[in-house]
């Protein structure tokens, strides 16, 4: 991402947050759900024994070579792709690659009032059915949400991605993602040498500590957790706020930041952390902030900026965003339910 860029967004950013005041609004989400490009099913470079390609062929009792494809998949949006097709001749199936990787189902009829319902929901509404069943469309775009989901949960934030944020690495008490899923507690308490590292790594007593922590989707971070650093660092840095020594958490849960607060004495805690992935986006990231966490804050004190993504939330505008979230809460010194006291 070109810095010139992302500093003039996240200035425009935070001048409109600014004339807004505190206008809960400037959060929401700016890219209108009728505007984004629905995600087609793709059929990856589909193989050889693909069920569904195995179907297709074998119910052909073609033997005889022919120059005529026997399935066409047709990409409807655009003449400009290439046909591709598998071809059957004699006993052995022979499959030829598939460039053309999109196909699109004919779209349902719905009444204008579930037509209207949709453009504010990407939720499944509106879908038909076959009989009692969901049909096909609904059915496969259901299962590649599942697929995404189990992938954004049991995936790793890759190495490049770390040392482009340069970053280093810390664990928590948990071993494995099983043992994440099933004790919660342990990634609340980071591992002996974690603590090691961060006290001979970290600048003590920083106003803001950034931590990042691929939490419940990977893919969020992978996502976006390198422009919202970047306009955060921005954003932070235009109100001259200074920002302690950013780190990486492998399986952290939200309140190990209050260890990490105990620890490093820190002001402000903002957490980058990916989002218990949803059957619509698994690639949502959540920023969550605290004043002073220490052990045994209490989760009212926190505050939550969900639904970081390209369909919520841009994260350029997160950055910016909380940026003066931080600054709110440095100065009446108080985050979550104190925040909304102080404020009045
Ligand atoms: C799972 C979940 C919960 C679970 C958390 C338990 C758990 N460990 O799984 C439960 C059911 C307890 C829960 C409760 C609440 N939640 Co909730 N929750 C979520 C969800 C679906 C995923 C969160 C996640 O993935 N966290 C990351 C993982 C790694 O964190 P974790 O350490 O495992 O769990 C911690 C966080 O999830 C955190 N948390 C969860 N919800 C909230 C809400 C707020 C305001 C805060 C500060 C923290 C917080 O508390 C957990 C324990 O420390 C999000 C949806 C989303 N898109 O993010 C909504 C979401 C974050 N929750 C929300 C709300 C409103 C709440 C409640 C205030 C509801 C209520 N009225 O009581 C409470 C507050 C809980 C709190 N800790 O303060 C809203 C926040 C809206 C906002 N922007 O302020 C969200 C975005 C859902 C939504 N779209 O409305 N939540």
């Known amino acids: 991402m070109n810095e010139q860029l992302v500093s003039m967004i996240t200035q425009l950013v935070m001048e409109q947050i600014g004339n807004k005041g505190s206008d809960k609004s400037s959060h929401e989400p700016t890219v209108p759900i009728e505007d984004k490009k629905e995600t087609l099913i793709k059929f990856h470079d589909t193989v050889v024994n693909a069920n569904y390609a195995a179907e297709e062929v074998a119910s052909s009792s073609t033997t005889e070579q022919s120059n005529e494809p026997l399935i066409k998949l047709y990409n409807t949006e655009s003449s400009n792709h290439e046909q591709s097709y598998y071809s059957a001749s004699n006993d052995e199936s022979t499959y030829t690659s598939v460039p ?35 049909k096909t469309k609904t059915w496969l775009k259901f299962r590649l949400d599942h697929a995404a989901a189990v992938d954004a949960v049991y995936g790793e934030v890759t190495e490049g991605l770390l040392q482009k944020l340069d970053v280093f ?26 603590k090691t590292l961060i006290q001979s790594e970290c600048k003590k007593n920083p106003k803001v500590q950034i931590i990042i922590s691929n939490g419940l989707s990977a893919s969020a971070i992978e996502e976006n957790v390198q422009d919202v650093y970047l306009a955060l660092q ?23 930041m209050d260890e990490i607060g105990e620890l490093l004495q820190a002001e402000v805690i903002v957490y980058l952390i990916g989002e218990r992935p949803g059957l619509v986006s698994a690639e949502s990231m959540s920023a969550y902030i605290c004043y002073q ?3 045994g804050t209490v ?8 639904n970081i993504h390209k369909g919520g939330i841009p994260p350029l505008e997160a950055g910016a965003y909380l940026g003066t979230v931080v600054q709110k809460i440095l100065h009446y010194k108080a985050s979550g339910v104190g925040l909304v006291a102080k404020e009045g």
Do not use: C
């Not at 690495?169 to 974690?194: C, F, H, M, N």
């Not at 921005?234 to 190990?256: M, P, W």
């Open 299 to 306: 989760e009212a004190d926190r505050m939550v900026v969900s």
């Open 234 to 256: 921005q954003s932070l840095g235009n109100l001259n706020i200074e920002i302690g020594t950013t780190f990486y958490i492998d399986k952290g849960r939200v309140a190990l």
């Open 100 to 134: 053309i990787t999109e196909f699109k189902f004919e779209e349902d009829e719905v009444s204008e009032s579930v037509q209207a319902a949709k453009k504010h929901t990407p939720a499944r509404i509106g879908v038909g059915r076959a009989g009692t069943r969901p």
């Open 169 to 194: 690495q810390v664990t928590t008490k948990v071993t494995d993602k099983e043992e994440y899923i099933t004790r919660p507690d342990l990634g609340r308490r980071l591992s002996d040498e974690a």
């Open 293 to 295: 966490p220490r052990i």
